[in-house]
């Protein structure tokens, strides 16, 4: 299983490391101390990452948007940039996308005893 969550795993220590730049290291925190609940068998939890995955996508949108344009006013070259951050930006939706696998689904299902 741990395979399968690899992707949503770095997806989360890339959000970190972008939160640890930008904002220090108490909100970077937050996705890592997160990644524990990866491994607890309830269904909110992929839905959690999920919504995790989410917001992860729409702030590297706006990093993106935000970087591209700071290099457009400087006049220096940006489609390296733009192709980076797209990459990381598809990988992310794919985390989430992942979470979605009928295998992580059955992982998550709720227990009957």
Do not use: C
């Not at 795993?9 to 640890?20: E, F, G, T």
């Not at 930008?22 to 937050?30: P, T």
């Amino acid at each position: 299983m741990f395979i399968r969550l690899l992707p949503v795993i770095l997806s989360a220590l890339l959000i970190a490391a972008h939160l640890m730049r930008y904002y220090g290291l108490e909100i970077a925190l937050i996705p890592i101390v997160l990644l524990i609940t990866l491994f607890i068998r309830h269904p909110l939890i992929r839905r959690g990452w999920q919504i995790l995955m989410l917001i992860s996508t729409i702030i590297w949108i706006d990093t993106t948007v935000e970087l591209i344009h700071f290099r457009l006013v400087a006049q220096q070259p940006y489609l390296r940039l733009a192709v980076i951050m797209i990459a990381v930006i598809l990988f992310t939706i794919f985390s989430g996308v992942m979470l979605e696998n009928k295998r992580i689904q059955t992982f998550y299902a709720r227990q009957t005893d």
